[in-house]
């Protein structure tokens, strides 16, 4: 079944502790990107990669750092989280950058 | 840069009432828009799209045309059903340049049907 995995999906933790939430499709798409939904703000694109080892910011990337070493995974790392990065996290894949994309289940991230 | 603005909710409807949410966009070029449904506890899934100015996307009884004269793609449903309860998004995806691909969403509408 084609899909975007994400894990894990719900996650607690406290200020300054390192996290990593991961990111898999299995349709060999190039294009991947991460998005944080907050209430009344919709989603907003953390980082995009448009193939291997070619990553961007997208509009809200501070405190945010990505990695594209393989095709199929693109994880997003939280090197200090603070609690304004409580959020619902989304990766997103597709074919090229120009095309309809899927989104993973998301990732409830709870920061204290 | 680019935007997309989305009427107010949350949308209270009973069943079989007739659905508009209304989205209008800003944006440089000829973008693609989009509308994605997002079920609870569900991640977002496109429900339909259009590409070009006058075009129709439609799917499972919503519709939307892209209107580029008054830059809105509003979304309508003839008769909702309690299964519709979901939150809607408007996006546009951009055209060209370093946004390409990118996609702005707007805030999001809650629909909520009722027997």
């Known amino acids: 079944e084609a899909q975007v995995t994400q894990n894990p999906r719900y996650l607690i933790t406290v200020t300054g502790k390192k996290l990593t939430v991961t990111c898999s499709q299995n349709m060999n798409h190039e294009y991947m990107s991460w998005y944080r939904q907050d209430p009344g703000l919709g989603l907003r694109q953390i980082y995009y990669s448009m193939n291997v080892e070619v990553t961007d910011k997208g509009d809200v990337p501070e405190g945010y750092k990505v990695s594209r070493k393989e095709k199929r995974n693109f994880p997003l790392i939280l090197e200090s989280p603070s609690p304004n990065q409580t959020s619902l996290y989304f990766c997103a894949s597709s074919l090229a950058s120009g095309v309809e994309q899927y989104f993973g289940p998301g990732t409830r991230l709870t920061v204290t | 840069g680019n935007s997309v603005t989305q009427m107010e909710g949350p949308v209270t409807l009973s069943e079989e009432a007739f659905l508009t949410i209304n989205c209008t966009y800003t944006?440089?070029?000829?973008?693609?828009l989009f509308w994605y449904v997002q079920y609870p506890g569900e991640g977002l899934q496109l429900l339909l799209k259009a590409t070009k100015a006058d075009d129709k996307g439609s799917n499972k009884g919503f519709e939307a045309t892209y209107r580029k004269e008054t830059t809105s793609f509003h979304l309508e449903k003839g008769s909702v059903q309690v299964s519709d309860s979901a939150v809607y998004f408007c996006a546009l995806r951009s055209a060209g340049g370093t946004s390409y691909g990118k996609l702005t969403f707007g805030q999001g509408t809650i629909l909520t049907v009722h027997p």
């Open positions: 944006a440089t070029g000829y973008p693609s």
